[in-house]
């Protein structure tokens, strides 16, 4: 940059900031200037080329074209580039409660409502997972009537929203009894690469990292009164867990999927054959 | 942020920044890592809130889902933040180049081909203006066979592809003759705002902000063996001079837009009445 341009750049950084001099929200304006000075650093830092700008335009473009209800690529581009994980770790409060991790791009309003020991794989591949959860708040006390969501993908790392057609499976929504539990069966989680047919598997190949994400189920749970959790349980022993693509992992989030022989006296045909078998005690903070 | 939650957020930036260190092209590798760093150094400044970040990813969303190949949302995104006008001076070389200015969000490829002289209006409304324009290179040498881009809005200030249906208007390209001239009939610009029935009209309007540019004729300059100029003209006197919404005025830009009384002697009809007139040299660099 000469000398010329060099304060030019300043002049716009200063105008470009000074534009939301007058924006009636202290908030918003503290993060829009925020964003702007930021934005602008950026941009002079590495000195971008009109090609970089017209790349990164057609870029953000070519995501917002395979966007969808059923698919956020925004929020699969804030994974990658470590802003989701980051923004759960800064909201993270010093309680009791599990800890969260990213929301992921597959999320779906309204899913299906459950009634506890249902099979929500709905035909979905993968070996049967027989999950147990409890939730309590930090006294210990359990916590009933909490809506849970949970929702993984299949055998073969994908989603539901990811096949073609609307059919759901391996997702839906339970309420926590008086014992504040929940349980149900699904399907064992596999280590899976993130969607690579869009603007953020392209970013993964142009820059040469991994596409892995380690094996989860995701939870939301959400009561009034309480702060919402948004979270995984990991595979132990899964070996991308330390180099989640998404930066996902916490070791409070990591549990043991155990094998279970069937059990032939069993009254349910599941519980008579092999399966996997995971249960793991959620805390929610009373807000 | 707590302590824990500080030292969580440090450690997702370094993982994430790190994420880039394999990548093939030091170029990106060097972008990608600036960009992550000033998208967390943001996010932690205003401890974005998971609402904030959400929010965030909507607007995005938003954005991606009115933009087509008509309109490209992103663009007018960025030249709202100053980014677009940022990236111009940053490029901005040290020699007798015609400054340039952003591109907008209005630009269409391929363009119909005009002759000198011909009117690009289509019928649009607007008070007929004649602008000449010559393209020499630094040493005042004209230039033949520069394509030159025009575009402009009516004298409603909206552009032919914001309209609903498929017509052009007020848009074409010439090429720069032996003398490098180039002549057209269009319509005198007016000040406008920018769209506001997107995420970008949004933004202005949750932030106070004008949504106002100063009227001006888009030009864009192109032959092989010199440096393409992306430009507006500006007229002389709009009142919006200085506080272009998307920051985008130079004074080397600003022309006079001269209104001439009808010549009844003048063989075209257009030039026996009333009408507006423009002369402006350009220059291209050589590269």
């Known amino acids: 940059m000469t000398d010329e ?3 030019r750049a300043q002049e716009i950084t200063q105008r470009a900031i000074a534009s939301f001099d007058d924006c009636a929200s202290e908030r918003l304006m503290t993060i829009m200037k925020s964003l702007t000075y930021h ?16 790349a990164g335009i057609d870029f953000l473009m070519a995501t917002g074209k395979i966007s969808s209800d059923k698919r956020n690529e925004f929020i ?22 599990t800890e969260s991790t990213v929301l992921g791009p597959f999320f779906v309003e309204g899913a299906k409502v459950f009634q506890n020991g249902a099979d929500i794989s709905n035909g979905a591949q993968g070996e049967a997972t027989y999950v147990s959860i409890t939730i309590s708040d930090s006294a210990g006390e359990a ?15 994908f989603y539901d929203v990811q096949y073609k057609g609307d059919k759901l499976f391996n997702r839906g929504r339970f309420l926590s009894d ?39 189920i995701h939870f939301a749970l959400a009561k009034e009164g309480f702060r919402q959790v948004v979270t995984h349980l990991f595979v132990d022993g899964d070996p991308y867990l ?38 793991h005690n959620f805390t929610m903070a009373r807000i």
Chains 1, 2 share one sequence.
């Open 178 to 216: 008086d014992e504040g539990k929940v349980s149900f069966w699904s399907i064992l989680p596999v280590a899976y690469p993130v969607p690579s047919d869009g603007p953020g598997g392209e970013l993964l190949r142009a820059t040469s990292r991994s596409n892995m994400r380690p094996a989860h």
């Open 242 to 279: 330390g180099r989640d693509a998404v930066f996902g992992e916490r070791d409070s989030l990591v549990c043991k999927f155990h094998r279970a022989s069937g059990d032939e006296t069993a009254t349910e045909a599941k519980l008579q054959t092999s399966h996997y078998e995971i249960q």
């Open 39 to 54: 934005l602008h650093q950026f941009a002079k830092e590495v000195s971008l080329t009109t090609e970089e700008w017209m």
């Open 76 to 97: 699969l581009l804030s994974d990658l580039l470590g802003l989701s994980s980051l923004q759960v770790a800064i909201n993270e409060r010093a309680d009791e409660a």
């Open 143 to 157: 916590i009933s009537g909490v809506a849970v969501d949970v929702w993984g993908a299949d055998a073969d790392g």
């Open 5 to 7: 341009s060099r304060s």
